[in-house]
């Protein structure tokens, strides 16, 4: 964690040539640690993860235009309003099918997570490293929030993955696959973002496989 603030804090007092901002981008290759990289995208503020992005803004120019967005779309919070239902699960379990029942049976508006205005960008961040592509997707969920926020005024809102799939991702990458590596029951690591908008309830759609 030193390592990247040293790093952020001499680009910008311009000390940095081209290949040390690199380094400061891709500080993941030089320690993969499961705390750090984990956390990176799990358990610090939505501005913490943003400025992961910024600076990278060098050799990735499209970092400024989803911390951009991120900026004109971060507006709403959810008060009051109609309940919020996040459908997780892997491809192919049916969690497509379930959510257009859902917002037929409720009425109710379907959103999905990564938001549709980043698809201009995913090809580009799914190319670099984990930690900045999962710093690109966490700040997909915090504009996916801000739309919840908004839709969930006027109608309940069904949403196709969420931060969930994020987390699972960040830490089965972490662990290698391995499930007696992952952090046991209870872990800081499962705690929800302090600042992210929660949903009222979060359902995982399975596929049973039948074995011979």
């Known amino acids: 964690t030193q390592f990247i603030y040293l790093c952020t804090g001499l680009t910008q007092l311009g000390l940095f040539s081209e290949l040390s901002r690199r380094l400061s981008c891709l ?13 990176t995208v799990l358990q610090i503020s939505k501005n913490d993860i943003s400025l992961d ?32 239902i996040v459908i997780e699960g892997l491809d192919a379990t049916g969690k497509t099918t379930l959510t257009e029942a859902l917002r037929e049976s409720l009425n109710a508006t379907l959103l999905k997570s990564p938001p ?10 799914d190319s670099e490293p984990p930690l900045i592509r999962r710093a690109f997707y966490a700040l997909g969920n915090y504009i996916t ?15 196709d993955r969420y931060w ?27 705690l929800w973002p302090e600042d992210l908008l929660q949903p009222n309830l979060c359902c ?8 011979d």
Do not use: M, W
Request: hydrophobic share 40%; proline share 6%; with cysteine.
């Open 27 to 39: 500080t993941f290759v030089f320690g993969f640690k499961f705390r750090f990289s984990v956390n």
């Open 53 to 84: 992005l910024y600076t990278c803004t060098d050799i990735i120019p499209e970092s400024k235009e989803v911390l951009k967005l991120v900026d004109e779309q971060l507006e709403a919070s959810r008060a009051d309003g109609f309940p919020v």
């Open 116 to 125: 549709q205005c980043l698809a201009p960008f995913r090809q580009r961040f």
């Open 145 to 159: 929030a801000a739309h919840i926020g908004k839709e969930s005024l006027r109608a309940p809102v069904i949403v």
């Open 164 to 190: 969930h799939s994020t987390a699972a991702y960040a830490i089965a990458t972490a662990v290698g696959g391995r499930v007696e590596n992952l952090p046991k029951p209870g872990s800081e690591f499962y």
């Open 204 to 211: 995982s759609s399975l596929s049973v496989q039948k074995k």
